[in-house]
Structure formats: structure tokens, C-alpha cells
């Protein structure tokens, strides 16, 4: 019986090969990988952290486990956005490691084969390399989908309150 459960996991994994979700943030289409998204639920109440980055939106309690929020648009140094009935929080797995994406729009799964993969331009602003979450421009029919590391997005060398996060809801039960 576990080989068959095996099985079928490989399964689910050849049918997400290749496929993206896709989501707004200010006028650009990003997408990740599928396999990380877990699940997409309604934007709820978020409890804020003192003293942290103001990207990490605070946290949710997600039928038991406390998980840390990240707004996208400020992760991405965009200009704040007022949330509203299409904002939506995208729960997504990197690592082991489970939060919030706050993000303004989930748009659709498109599926991108690796040849219609592109490496981002590398545009240099100072010292700082642009799009530093950004591994890849997905051409899709006439757009473009920009596509995004989550690992990168997850931990960067400033977002230890993410993973400390984590870390915390795995030993306390304290509901939120």
C-alpha cells in the first residue's frame, strides 16, 4: 500500500510539471511553481508582529497552525495597495516552511514549458541586482509571466522572523 501511495504522489507531481499559478501584484503577472502552493483562502484578519519588516503582514491561525504573512507588493517594494474582495492569501510550502502570501489577485494555472522559460535580464541599480526573486520570464501566448523563486522570497537574508515564525507554531499550540 505505501508504494501505491507513492505512486500517486509521483503522479501528482508529472501533472504539476510545468504548471504555474499566477497572480497580480501592481501591473505585472508573476507565477510560481505549483507544487508550492498549498492552498488559496480568503483574505482573513492578520495579528501583527512588533518590530518586524514591514512586508511580514503579522499572522493567521490556519485551523491550528500559526502562520507568518508576507504582503507581496511590499516584499516586491512596491507601493501599498488597499485590499479588497479579490485579495486573496496564497499558502504556500518552500522547505518545509508554511505562510501567507497576501496577494491582489490570483489570476490562473498556466502550464509553461521549459523552453519558453527565459533567464531575466540582469539590470544592475547601484550594487543591488533587480528582480533578485525573479529566476525566469515565462513567455505565455502574448504575455509575459514574470517567475518567482520562493525560496529566494522566503529567505532572504532579512526574513529569519519568517522561518523563527515557523518555528514557534510547531512547539506552541497559542491560538492567534
Known amino acids: 500500500m505505501s508504494e501505491e501511495r507513492e505512486g500517486v504522489r509521483g503522479q501528482d507531481h508529472d501533472v504539476q510539471q510545468g504548471k504555474y499559478m499566477t497572480f497580480k ?3 505585472e503577472y ?26 511580514i503582514k503579522g499572522l ?13 507588493r511590499r516584499r516586491f517594494k512596491q507601493e ?14 518552500v522547505k518545509d516552511t508554511m505562510v501567507g502570501l497576501v496577494v491582489e489577485q490570483i489570476a490562473e494555472v498556466v502550464e509553461i514549458a521549459d523552453e519558453n522559460i527565459l533567464p531575466p535580464p540582469t539590470i544592475m541599480r547601484g550594487d543591488r541586482l533587480q ?5 525566469g520570464i515565462g513567455r505565455v ?36
Open 25 to 27: 501584484s501592481g501591473n
Open 30 to 55: 508573476f507565477g510560481l511553481k505549483l507544487q508550492y502552493v498549498s492552498e488559496i483562502i480568503p483574505f482573513q484578519a492578520i495579528t501583527a508582529i512588533p518590530e518586524t519588516e514591514d512586508y
Open 131 to 135: 528582480n533578485k526573486y525573479v529566476y
Open 80 to 93: 501599498p495597495f488597499e485590499y479588497n474582495d479579490r485579495t486573496c492569501i496564497m499558502v504556500i510550502i
Open 60 to 72: 493567521i491561525n490556519l485551523r491550528g497552525k500559526i502562520l507568518p504573512v508576507i504582503d507581496v
Open 141 to 176: 501566448g502574448d504575455s509575459v509571466k514574470l517567475l518567482i523563486d520562493p525560496d529566494k522570497l522566503l529567505n532572504d537574508n532579512d526574513n529569519s522572523a519568517a522561518e523563527q515564525t515557523n518555528d514557534m507554531s510547531d512547539d506552541d499550540e497559542r491560538e492567534v
